[in-house]
């Protein structure tokens, strides 16, 4: 049972926890009949044995496995009895002292969910920007449809932008030499240093253009970069960009009866992209609103965990190549603003009584294997592997429950 609960800061706890002598003892007891039931002792008959035989040989190791047993159930009770919600596991202070027949005492330091004064969460005003689709909007996207489905074939002619074409190519820098045989190119690409695409310009199959370059810095070819090279190119072939007409033939090809019909479904699609927009503009002003109006400490494991989390995705993008100390530094205002949203939708969505149920965790899971192309068993293994379980997915269905809800109860100003 609880004895005392002592404050070392908004976000941490240290219990004085007492378990009593008869709660022990008969946990004990029912481990060692459990154990007399199986024990083969020679002599005796399985269930037989006397109890002082079994504790002569067994007593030991079920005391400890009692111990180990009954600590959790009285720390959860505790726990209750406090009104506190745990975010990391506990930290037993000073050992355990187990002696029979005796009480056990235990002292654990625990970090709590802190507790948020005057919670206010409804009537949030946000923008409800108008849904517009223009004609121009609906022709740059089938444009781009348009594009999906261009083919290339050869031709005798001046080379353009947007072209393909085949060179062989030979690149001399700081007295070295990087050539490479029937290598295609789309001319006027982004990432291709413009002396090069500019070279290519007007020249026709079977010529041969050389240019002084300047790469870039950043270039993608690491020992090119920032590099003044000669390159030649000879070009082998010329390949010119067909498009299709927009027509009730095209809208065919797209899966739909005409061309009415094609522009209908792309002005939905917009329509859709346009209100999810809308619709996660609304969840960043409730939360910024939430966040800047809420202040609270937050537990140290938690945004440790944030941190730790976004310095290694930084890294691994290789975004920054900054000093780890430096990184945590610069990241920290974002780790405790992240954090602070996982707790207020935590609290929000228990005082709401939201709640992700089995099924709406597997209807998720099967959305989101069929948007990757994954089976659902594939999918599962790669959350078990990387959280070690599927609490990580979880809790992003969670947070998403508890926004749509925020949304919900969010009142609607016109905006432009």
């Given at each position: 049972m609880l004895k005392t609960v002592e404050d070392l800061s908004a976000t941490k706890k240290r219990l004085n926890i007492e378990?009593?002598?008869?709660?022990?003892?008969?946990?004990?007891?029912?481990?060692?009949?459990?154990?007399?039931?199986?024990?083969?002792?020679?002599?005796?008959?399985?269930?037989?044995?006397?109890?002082?035989?079994?504790?002569?040989?067994?007593?030991k190791s079920v005391e400890a496995e009692a111990v180990e047993k009954i600590i959790p159930e009285f720390y959860e009770q505790a726990i209750k009895e406090a009104g506190i919600v745990p975010v990391s596991r506990p930290v037993l202070d000073g050992g355990i002292d187990f002696r029979r027949h005796h009480p056990l005492s235990l002292v654990l330091t625990v970090e709590i969910r802190p507790k948020i004064e005057d919670l206010d969460y409804t009537n949030i005003q946000v923008k409800d920007t108008p849904i517009v689709v223009s004609d121009p909007e609906i022709d740059t996207s089938l444009e781009r449809m348009r594009e999906l489905k261009a083919t290339y074939e050869i031709a005798d002619k001046e080379i353009e932008t947007d072209d393909l074409i085949t060179v062989d190519y030979e690149i001399r820098y700081d007295d070295q030499t990087m050539s490479a045989k029937d290598q295609v190119l789309k001319v006027g690409v982004e990432g291709l240093p413009k002396e090069i695409t500019e070279s290519l310009k007007a020249k026709k199959a079977g010529e041969t253009v050389e240019v002084e370059v300047q790469f870039p810095e950043d270039f993608h070819v690491k020992n090119l970069a920032g590099k003044k090279a000669s390159v030649k190119n000879i070009i082998k072939a010329v390949k010119k960009k067909n498009l299709p007409a927009v027509d009730n033939e095209f809208a065919k090809d797209m899966g739909f009866e005409n061309l009415e019909g094609l522009r209908v479904g792309v002005k939905v699609e917009i329509e859709k992209a346009k209100k999810e927009q809308v619709l996660k503009t609304q969840r960043d002003e409730i939360l910024e609103k939430l966040v800047g109006e809420h202040d609270f400490d937050v537990p140290d494991s938690m945004l440790e965990k944030e941190l730790s989390a976004m310095v290694n995705e930084v890294k691994a993008a290789k975004k920054s190549d900054k000093d780890e100390a430096v990184l945590r530094a610069e990241l920290r205002p974002e780790a405790v603003k992240t954090v602070k949203v996982m707790i207020l939708l935590s609290v929000i969505g228990e005082k709401e009584g939201i709640t992700v149920t089995d099924e709406e965790l597997k209807e998720k899971i099967i959305d989101?294997?069929?948007?990757?192309?994954?089976?659902?068993?594939?999918?599962?293994?790669?959350?078990?592997?990387?959280?070690?379980?599927?609490?990580?997915?979880?809790?992003?269905?969670?947070?998403?429950?508890?926004?749509?809800?925020?949304?919900?109860?969010?009142?609607?100003?016109?905006?432009?």
């Amino acid at each position: 049972m609880l004895k005392t609960v002592e404050d070392l800061s908004a976000t941490k706890k240290r219990l004085n926890i007492e378990i009593p002598t008869w709660a022990i003892e008969s946990k004990i007891k029912d481990s060692l009949e459990k154990v007399r039931q199986k024990a083969k002792i020679p002599g005796f008959r399985p269930g037989k044995t006397p109890m002082n035989i079994i504790e002569k040989h067994f007593g030991k190791s079920v005391e400890a496995e009692a111990v180990e047993k009954i600590i959790p159930e009285f720390y959860e009770q505790a726990i209750k009895e406090a009104g506190i919600v745990p975010v990391s596991r506990p930290v037993l202070d000073g050992g355990i002292d187990f002696r029979r027949h005796h009480p056990l005492s235990l002292v654990l330091t625990v970090e709590i969910r802190p507790k948020i004064e005057d919670l206010d969460y409804t009537n949030i005003q946000v923008k409800d920007t108008p849904i517009v689709v223009s004609d121009p909007e609906i022709d740059t996207s089938l444009e781009r449809m348009r594009e999906l489905k261009a083919t290339y074939e050869i031709a005798d002619k001046e080379i353009e932008t947007d072209d393909l074409i085949t060179v062989d190519y030979e690149i001399r820098y700081d007295d070295q030499t990087m050539s490479a045989k029937d290598q295609v190119l789309k001319v006027g690409v982004e990432g291709l240093p413009k002396e090069i695409t500019e070279s290519l310009k007007a020249k026709k199959a079977g010529e041969t253009v050389e240019v002084e370059v300047q790469f870039p810095e950043d270039f993608h070819v690491k020992n090119l970069a920032g590099k003044k090279a000669s390159v030649k190119n000879i070009i082998k072939a010329v390949k010119k960009k067909n498009l299709p007409a927009v027509d009730n033939e095209f809208a065919k090809d797209m899966g739909f009866e005409n061309l009415e019909g094609l522009r209908v479904g792309v002005k939905v699609e917009i329509e859709k992209a346009k209100k999810e927009q809308v619709l996660k503009t609304q969840r960043d002003e409730i939360l910024e609103k939430l966040v800047g109006e809420h202040d609270f400490d937050v537990p140290d494991s938690m945004l440790e965990k944030e941190l730790s989390a976004m310095v290694n995705e930084v890294k691994a993008a290789k975004k920054s190549d900054k000093d780890e100390a430096v990184l945590r530094a610069e990241l920290r205002p974002e780790a405790v603003k992240t954090v602070k949203v996982m707790i207020l939708l935590s609290v929000i969505g228990e005082k709401e009584g939201i709640t992700v149920t089995d099924e709406e965790l597997k209807e998720k899971i099967i959305d989101i294997s069929q948007r990757v192309s994954m089976s659902p068993e594939s999918l599962m293994k790669v959350y078990i592997q990387k959280d070690g379980s599927l609490d990580g997915l979880r809790n992003s269905l969670y947070g998403q429950k508890v926004m749509d809800f925020l949304v919900s109860k969010a009142t609607q100003v016109k905006g432009e």
